[in-house]
């Protein structure tokens, strides 16, 4: 409801004028309930992305408490621009799905030193950047199809939440059972993936903060997420020190009660200004990384900041955002400063919708939520203190609502619904969001040609379907030629 002022209200205020509130129908008060509305949401992040790039990575990732202060860092100095340059009410951090990406993609899966992994990061960043101030960023939102970018995200949030269920023991590898004896194969075949060994105090500590965040997120308590990780972390810690027992299976922090917390680090800051990803993997595969993570972020962000905008009506007869320019700037300078900081990409928040819910109009909010994350950089090693098992069934309930566009998607048609499956099933299953990508791109465009319609696919998804064959075939062109 718009605030009535009398006409007696003083001038406003010089706070007032530079961030327009009056004019957008605000006020400093709900502006500051706003921005900390946002951050309550959102600083959940705050620990998960720790436990994702430092503790999930098997010790191949940065240090823990280092990228817990770079996680903060960057989400204050970013939502900080955001407000101060594009004045809207919009926050930034490390985005859920670009650290999983970059984790288990890149470091676990492709063997990258996560230095190099953060190079590619900055490298897609800078590259949108350029994008922005060309003006292409917006011209190639059409060159993808509408279905295959929704299913892009709901991928993403299907791999996020398969290494939920993994990270919390209700899902596991199972061992191999076969062998071979006189030539012959002995044993029986066991599946990808089989139910968890549902014993133990890890899986409770699981269990209990799963079903704990689901009950205050459907009581619509605010920041649901980080109080369940706080809870359950301290529930953890509990049993540790009464029965002395592992609270968590994953490597790296085991729950145990430290006698002193480690100091804030700012170790991996500029870390990630390594570029030898080009060198380290073959041309071709390098190119389609580092364009799988830039389509991932770019297309997140533009469906976050349309999203908001419609919510608070700041579209135009156009359904466009005005000065969504400076917005996007913002955003492709933050992906390349997450890359520098060693944090991974750091992107617009969804979450900011519930500041905007709150009244929030203007990048005063921003601002607030800016500063809320730079003071909890004084936090930061609270986060060595967290289990992998207290932030899975955060990763679970974020996967859940990136999961929600599947109800947009069409599957009806075989040339919709096929490259759309493909793209959300290839993911988790194969703990790679390029090859799930390429996937969706190949058979997308193959089906427009061989039904005569060749015509409807721009140019560029000729374009980059063609690198997505090249680079699934690269193994068998080195088995037929030596390479």
């Known amino acids: 409801m718009r605030e009535q002022r009398a006409t007696t209200d003083p001038p406003p205020s010089a706070l007032e004028r530079f961030f327009q509130v009056r004019e957008r129908h605000s006020s400093i008060g709900t502006e500051v309930r706003g921005g900390l509305t946002t951050f309550v949401v959102m600083s959940y992040i705050l620990f998960v992305n720790p436990v994702i790039l430092a503790v999930l990575t098997q010790g191949r990732g940065p240090d823990v408490v280092a990228t817990a202060t770079m996680t903060a860092l960057t989400a204050g100095v970013m939502t900080l621009l955001m407000g101060l340059y594009a004045n809207y009410p919009l926050a930034l951090a490390p985005g859920m799905g670009l650290n999983a990406f970059v984790a288990f993609d890149l470091i676990v899966g492709r063997g990258l030193p996560w230095q190099t992994a953060m190079g590619v990061v900055f490298i ?11 003006g292409f960023r917006e011209a190639v939102l059409w060159a993808i ?8 995200g709901v991928g993403i949030g299907f791999f996020i939440l398969f290494i939920g269920l993994v990270n919390a023991g209700f899902v596991r590898v199972p061992v191999e059972t076969l062998s071979v004896v006189d030539g012959r194969v002995v044993g029986q075949p066991s599946p990808p993936v089989t139910l968890g ?24 308590v605010r920041g649901a997420l980080l109080l369940g990780i706080v809870v359950t972390t301290l529930v953890a810690l509990a049993i540790h020190a009464l029965t002395g027992a592992d609270v968590s299976a994953a490597p790296g922090v085991q729950g145990a009660l430290p006698t002193q917390l480690p100091p804030i680090s700012f170790a991996t800051f500029g870390a990630g200004l390594n570029l030898d990803i080009f060198t380290a993997l073959p041309l071709i595969s390098a190119v389609l990384i580092v364009f799988s993570i830039m389509l991932s972020d770019f297309f997140d962000t533009m469906g976050t900041v349309i999203g908001i905008g419609s919510e608070a009506g700041w579209l135009d007869a156009q359904g466009r955002l005005p000065n969504i320019q400076r917005v996007l700037l913002v955003d ?4 390349a400063f997450g890359g520098i900081a060693s944090a991974s990409s750091v992107t617009t928040y969804v979450e900011s919708a519930a500041g905007v819910a709150e009244g929030a109009r203007t990048g005063l909010a921003s601002v607030v939520t800016g500063l809320l994350f730079l003071v909890a950089i004084v936090f930061a090693p609270l986060a060595g203190l967290v289990p992998a098992e207290a932030t899975a069934p955060a990763l679970i309930i974020v996967g859940f609502y990136m999961a929600a566009v599947l109800r947009d998607i069409e599957f009806v048609k075989l040339e919709e619904g096929l490259p759309a499956l493909l793209t959300i099933v290839v993911m988790p299953v194969t703990y790679s969001i390029t090859d799930g990508i390429g996937a969706g791109f190949i058979m997308w465009t193959f089906l427009r040609v061989v039904t005569g319609r060749w015509r409807e696919v721009h140019w560029m998804m000729y374009v980059v379907s063609a690198a997505f064959l090249l680079y699934f075939a690269l193994a068998l062109l080195r088995s037929l030629f030596g390479w």
């Open 197 to 220: 060994l549902l014993t133990g105090w890890p899986v409770f500590v699981a269990v209990f903060g799963l079903f704990f965040t689901a009950v205050l997120l459907a009581r619509r």
């Open 332 to 335: 492709g300078l933050a992906a």
């Open 145 to 152: 199809p509408l279905n295959l970018k929704r299913a892009i």
């Open 124 to 134: 897609e960043g800078a590259i949108i950047t350029v994008l922005v101030l060309t």
